[in-house]
């Protein structure tokens, strides 16, 4: 079976004690391939190696930088068939959006190849005839970066790409529990001939090699996407050295349906949103409130077309949806549902595994649709992580404001409606770090995406996150005599 190796100091790196950790398929259960399973001791050798390069990085320009990381993209690209098969095969998502991730993980590079040339001061105005101040940013110096299983490459990408192109040296932490392809996606970059030690990636648990990083004097930056339980955790370590944080974590985002939207399109959207990727995406729509003039024409449409979703193997180009990450993500789905009924909600479509031999041995489960729910249930409260899209009703713009509102997460929103004042009047008191109107997909490169309560600190994409990777430094000069 491959074994995945780290990357630490340039160098392709079996894990100091010489474990090996092996990955599992989710749609069948089979071995996909292993990789070193590092620990504190091999994470210290990256954040050293990291620590060593960091200032000659950081003395490059941001052309040369730029160079790198373009290359890296063209390298990306090549590899991206055999990087997306491994997605597919160590996560379950279908093919064709593996495909998407990575060539998307791709542009991550090509964007902050460019963003980082502009890394403009500025010229602050003087109090005093007899200086003058400047601002500049400056990279901060090792960046920690541990991502989650769910985008395991595409995650990552917006992570080290702006942190490389800010001047920071980066230690990588992917999922212990879908490393492949984020490994495969970190040697094609890291071929693109940066300085050893500038890109390091160890593979590990949380626990161990994930505290290193959060919890090692060297790192100077901590970004992680997970959820939002070990999020508070790595805050409060990252606060005894006042780290820097980017903070990417749970959401449960609704999904407002007014009286005027456009029905077939809202109830498209949504399907999707709910259910790509079995619904574990931290965007997912997670709450749909549905006013009650159509309600049930809303529900009709969701159903019909979730029908006519192929489930089954992500190699099979025919797959519209793979089967669930893990067992621990379809038992909490179940739970969720089985919560949800016992308080009175109703099951409008799957609720259960799909039947057949060729879903026993993977995660599956069918995309469920549930009506009448309300705020008691774990589903409206909680992030349930899974292929489920819970409809509650309202009667006015008020209320369903209110009820959008009511969660201690505020990641994404979403509204339809062809009504111009009630989408901006809700775009605008959202609680929610992006709504998308009359669309599902509030995520692009150029715009700043996080999320706002318990769904993160700080923002990735655009030119926040390069930001985010440096300090800002106040220059006052001192000026001579008149001439
Ligand atoms: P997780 O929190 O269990 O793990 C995420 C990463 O953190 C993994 O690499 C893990 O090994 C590491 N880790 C775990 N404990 C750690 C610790 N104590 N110290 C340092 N590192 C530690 O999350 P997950 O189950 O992999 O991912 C699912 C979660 O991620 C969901 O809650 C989802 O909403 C969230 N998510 C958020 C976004 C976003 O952009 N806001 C995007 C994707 C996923």
Redesign the pocket.
């Given at each position: 079976m491959t074994c995945f190796k780290m990357l630490i100091d340039g160098q392709a790196a079996e894990s100091l004690s010489g474990k090996t950790a092996v990955i599992y398929n989710p749609v069948n259960q089979e071995p996909v391939a292993e990789v070193s399973l590092g620990g504190r001791e091999d994470a210290t050798l990256a954040l050293e190696a990291a620590e060593r390069a960091f200032p000659g990085w950081a003395e490059t320009s941001p052309w040369e930088r730029g160079k790198l990381l373009s290359r890296g993209a063209d390298l990306v690209r090549e590899r991206a068939e055999e990087i997306a098969r491994l997605l597919t095969m160590e996560q379950g998502k279908p093919l064709r959006y593996a495909r998407r991730e990575i060539v998307g993980s791709a542009e991550a590079l090509d964007y902050y190849a460019e963003e980082g040339k502009r890394n403009f001061g500025e010229i602050v105005p003087s109090s005093s005839r007899k200086a003058r101040s400047l601002v500049i940013r400056q990279p901060l110096g090792v960046a920690a970066v541990?991502?989650?299983?769910?985008?395991p490459v595409d995650?990552l990408a917006w992570k080290l790409a702006p942190a490389l192109a800010a001047g920071c040296t980066v230690v990588a932490?992917?999922?212990?529990?879908a490393p492949l392809a984020a490994n495969a996606f970190a040697e094609a970059v890291a071929e693109a001939g940066f300085p050893p030690g500038v890109l390091n990636l160890v593979h590990g648990?949380?626990?161990e090699v994930?505290?290193e990083?959060?919890e090692s004097p060297i790192s100077r930056k901590v970004s992680?996407?997970?959820?939002?339980a070990?999020g508070k955790?790595?805050g409060e370590k990252a606060a005894r050295f006042v780290k820097r944080l980017s903070l990417?974590?749970?959401?449960s985002s609704p999904f407002l349906v007014c009286e005027d939207a456009r029905i077939g399109e809202a109830a498209e959207a949504c399907m999707y949103r709910a259910f790509s990727n079995m619904g574990q995406?931290?965007i997912s729509v997670n709450r749909i409130y549905v006013h009650d003039a159509v309600a049930e024409e809303f529900a009709d449409e969701l159903v019909k077309k979730t029908g006519t979703l192929r489930i089954g193997d992500g190699l099979d180009p025919e797959v519209d949806l793979g089967p669930m990450f893990s067992e621990a993500q379809r038992q909490k789905t179940k739970d969720h549902i089985s919560d949800a009924t016992k308080k009175g909600a109703e099951i409008l479509y799957g609720g259960l595994e799909p039947e057949g031999e060729k879903y026993s041995r993977g995660f599956f489960f069918l995309p469920t649709i549930l009506d009448k729910m309300d705020h008691s249930m774990r589903m409206m409260r909680e992030?349930t992580?899974g292929p489920v899209a819970p409809m509650m009703r309202f009667s006015t713009n008020q209320e369903a404001l209110k009820l959008a509102n009511d969660s201690r997460y505020g990641?994404a929103a979403y509204v339809f409606t062809e009504d111009m004042t009630t989408a901006l009047r809700f775009a605008e008191r959202l609680e929610a770090g992006s709504v998308g109107i009359n669309l599902n997909n509030p995520i692009v490169p150029q715009a700043p995406?996080g999320?706002w309560k318990e769904?993160?600190l700080s923002r990735?994409r655009s030119r926040s996150a390069l930001y985010d990777y440096m300090e800002t430094k106040h220059i006052r000069i001192g000026l001579r005599e008149e001439i």
């Open positions: 541990i991502s989650p299983w769910n985008y995650l932490k992917p999922s212990s529990r648990s949380g626990r994930g505290r990083l959060v992680f996407t997970g959820e939002t070990t955790e790595i990417e974590l749970g959401g995406i931290c992030e992580f990641l995406f999320g769904s993160g990735e």
